[in-house]
Every structure is written in C-alpha cells, then in structure tokens.
C-alpha cells in the first residue's frame, strides 16, 4: 500500500533526479496518503459521486444506505426498482452504472478483490462496468488498491499542476502530461498526489 512512508520513500526518490520536485515539497511539505477500502462499496461511491458535488454525493449515499442497509449490497441494489433508487437521488443514468457494477459483482465476473497485478490489466476489468471510464479506474487503484505506479494523466488537477511544477506556459493535454511522467516510473502514484497537493494549496 502507498502509505505515508513509502509515499514519502517515492517523493524523495523522485527529487533527487528533479530539484524542482524537491523544492516544492521544501515548500509544501509532503501530502498526506488518500486511502480508502477495496471493494464493491468504494466503487459504488464512485458512481454515485459523479459529476454531483462532495455534500450531494454524501446525501444520497445516506438515502441509499437507509433504503438499502449500510454498504448497500449489490443483493439489495438489483432488488430494489426504479423508483426507490431515484427517490435516494439516483438518475436513470447511474442507476444503470449501479446496476452495471452489482451485476458483475454478484455474478462472479468481477472479483475486486482478485484484480490482476498489471495495472493495465486491472484497468480493463473495471472499465467494464458502465459509467467506470479510464480516470475512475485509475483513482480506484490508487486509492483503494494503493498501487504505486498509477497516473490519472486525465485529471484537469494533475493537468494544471504538472504544468506549473514544471514551469510550462500553458497546461499540458493528458498525451503530454503522460508522457511528462515518464521518468517518474515506477513512483507515479506518488506524484500524482504532489500534484494535487500542490493545485490544492495556495502558493504566494
């Protein structure tokens, strides 16, 4: 797991090929790891927080868990109709991601807990699930799986900071900014979270 050590271990390694990396962390200091629980659960959190802010997204879970039980179980997801899940604020859209994701789950086609050791190869199993695009599965690598070497080159954050970390004059489009973290290997989980460290805090 990219905890606090090995998140700082991946920071300093990349610095000492980078001053400019070591002197934002003398300037920012380290971020804090971003840690949540594999499974199920998490991934549908996801999809619920989609394109809503962090208090929508937080009313409707409690809507959810209250008609569902708390972690709402797949079991209970696909059991429960269209109305129930849109009185807890669900569209028909995410309904559809909803149900996509405890299909596959409850069937036995998608075990979170068994996900292939290649990045890539993990990314392709859950961009099966409707409504988990590219960005959605690498986030939950990162987070959930701690993985080390994941980089949301997608993310408009990363973008932007990558681009003023770097000292570019304007912000790099996710080919770039990829290509861009090419020597950052096998530590880019860890830059990703200096990155929005560092579009998060306010430098004067």
């Not at 804090?32 to 549908?44: D, F, N």
């Not at 080159?153 to 770039?176: M, N, S, T």
Request: hydrophobic content about 45%; some cysteine; aromatic content about 6%.
């Amino acid at each position: 797991m990219l905890d606090e050590t090995a998140l700082r271990s991946s920071l300093d390694t990349i610095a000492a090929g980078h001053p400019a990396i070591g002197a934002l962390i003398g300037r920012l200091g380290y971020p804090p790891p971003r840690q949540r629980v594999p499974g199920y659960e998490t991934l549908l959190r996801t999809i619920v927080g989609q394109q809503v802010s962090v208090a929508a997204a937080a009313s409707v879970w409690t809507k959810l868990e209250t008609a569902l039980g708390a972690g709402c179980a797949p079991e209970a997801l696909l059991a429960s109709d269209f109305d129930t899940l849109r009185a807890c604020g669900l569209s028909r859209q995410k309904q559809g991601y909803a149900r996509s994701l405890a299909e596959l789950v409850t069937s036995g086609a998608l075990d979170l807990h068994a996900l292939p050791h290649d990045d890539e190869e993990a990314i392709a199993e859950l961009v099966r699930i409707k409504g988990i695009g590219r960005w959605s599965a690498e986030i939950y690598l990162l987070f959930a799986e701690g993985r080390k070497d994941i980089w949301p080159a997608g993310d408009l954050a990363v973008q932007i900071a990558v681009g003023q970390i770097l000292g570019l004059g304007e912000r790099p489009d996710e080919k770039l900014t990829r290509s861009l973290a090419e020597p950052w290997r096998p530590h880019r989980s860890a830059m990703a979270l200096m990155a929005w460290h560092h579009y998060n805090t306010k430098v004067l």
